[in-house]
T-cell receptor, first 116, second 113 residues
Framework: DAGVIQSPRHEVTEMGQEVTLRCKPI?????LFWYRQTMMRGLELLIY????????DSGMPEDRFSAKMPNASFSTLKIQPSEPRDSAVYFC??????????????FGPGTRLTVL | GNSVTQMEGPVTLSEEAFLTINCTYT??????LFWYVQYPGEGLQLLLK?????DKGSNKGFEATYRKETTSFHLEKGSVQVSDSAVYFC????????????FGGGTRVLVKP
């Protein structure tokens, strides 16, 4: 399996622009997670989906952030408008099941976002 | 709520040295415990896990034992290599938090030849 695929790997944009990050989870995985990693705050869970349905978006920082999962093989995280403080590495992860709390999450390589 | 505390880095040591990274947690119920590793420029990958008290997870020479009495899950390796240089994250997953992963702050390890 190719693992979790994210694109782009690097994104540089200017403040106020719309940014869309993409993720393809591992085939057959029912859960998809979006994380943000910064030096100041470490790893933060933004949102996660089960069978394409958002389950918990309590980590989404504000209304400028939105995430969708139109089908089992694709998800997007959108920031509109972007701000310099959104600069971070964004990770997507997927897992088979979380109901038992024991399943491994598989992470993609991340998208490094820089907002100027 | 759930929380994970791990020692701050960076930890710098020589090849073949013994490595310990401390991790303690706070959680309700009986969480599962994980160590993830992040190599430079990559995403996190599972290193090992333990799902109940007294379980020992092991992989690639690393070990950690789930100690319920001390709420700890310390990571150890007897002889590190330069290739072990990475950031190590302790994490837990428990039903009280919807089985989401809660991560510690990460510990950067640098192994010098």
């Amino acid at each position: 399996d190719a693992g979790v695929i994210q694109s782009p790997r690097h994104e540089v944009t200017e403040m106020g622009q719309e940014v869309t990050l993409r993720c393809k989870p591992i085939s057959g995985h029912d859960y998809l997670f979006w994380y943000r990693q910064t030096m100041m705050r470490g790893l933060e869970l933004l949102i996660y989906f089960n069978n394409n349905v958002p389950i918990d978006d309590s980590g989404m920082p504000e209304d400028r952030f939105s995430a969708k999962m139109p089908n089992a093989s694709f998800s997007t995280l959108k920031i509109q408008p972007s701000e310099p403080r959104d600069s971070a590495v964004y990770f997507c992860a997927s897992s088979l099941d979380v109901s038992g709390g024991t399943d491994t999450q598989y992470f993609g390589p991340g998208t490094r976002l820089t907002v100027l | 709520g759930n929380s994970v505390t791990q020692m701050e880095g960076p930890v710098t040591l020589s090849e073949e040295a013994f490595l310990t990274i401390n991790c303690t947690y706070t959680a309700t119920g009986y969480p599962s415990l994980f160590w993830y590793v992040q190599y430079p420029g990559e995403g996190l990958q599972l290193l090992l896990k333990a799902t109940k008290a007294d379980d020992k997870g092991s992989n690639k020479g690393f070990e950690a034992t789930y100690r319920k009495e001390t709420t700890s899950f310390h990571l150890e390796k007897g002889s590190v290599q330069v290739s072990d240089s990475a950031v190590y994250f302790c994490a837990l997953s428990g039903k009280a938090a919807g089985n989401k992963l809660t991560f510690g702050g990460g510990t950067r390890v640098l192994v010098k030849p």
